[in-house]
């Protein structure tokens, strides 16, 4: 109800950038994938339990990088997947930006969304405002979204495709983002 019907432009165009990138069907491999391995991470898990007393008795020698890998394997995989879905979404954006001609429209968008959404968390949920991890998100960060999409738009005398004459060439309100603290902070791996 809040966005401009220019906005609603942006990101239904973003809406048909997933759409025309088949991301559901590659997502649900991803997710295929990841499943696929921590069935496989959890059978060699048990088998290795199950193992475990006649080893010694063998003498059968297990790599420890192989039970790392076992332990480890569905968090890579997770890891991946969350990596792949921040790309799909930097991809819809460019689609939208391109099949709009006006880049502008959807920054503006996202940057409301964000706004309203992070009052209404805030007032149920204390505290849920703070940003997690970059790598632990299944969308990039606004900010950056905001900044690449405004890269996009289309210079004095520059044409678009789709492009609408008489729309503001800027939109000022997206360059002050609100800065928020992170949760937590490793030499900037964090966020």
Request: net charge positive; charged share 15%; aromatic share 6%.
């Amino acid at each position: 109800r809040t966005l401009t019907p220019r906005e609603i432009t942006g990101v239904l165009a973003h809406e048909l950038g997933h759409i025309r990138n088949n991301d559901i069907w590659v997502m649900g491999l991803a997710d295929l994938m990841s499943r696929l391995t921590n069935m496989l991470s959890l059978f060699g898990q048990w088998l290795l339990v199950m193992n475990l007393l006649s080893m010694p008795a063998t003498g059968v020698q297990v790599s420890w990088w192989a039970i790392l890998l076992l332990i480890l394997g569905p968090q890579l995989a997770t890891l991946a997947q969350l990596g792949l879905s921040r790309t799909r979404e930097y991809d819809a954006d460019l689609n939208a930006a391109l099949l709009t001609g006006d880049p502008q429209g959807l920054a503006s968008a996202l940057v409301k969304i964000e706004r309203r959404q992070g009052r209404l968390l805030d007032l149920l949920l204390p505290g849920w405002g703070l940003p997690e991890p970059s790598w632990l998100r299944t969308h990039p960060p606004t900010g950056e979204r905001v900044r690449r999409l405004l890269a996009l738009a289309p210079r004095e005398g520059a044409w678009l495709p789709g492009s609408r004459a008489g729309w503001p060439p800027a939109v000022p309100e997206l360059v002050s983002l609100p800065a928020r603290r992170p949760r937590y902070h490793v030499s900037g791996l964090w966020y």
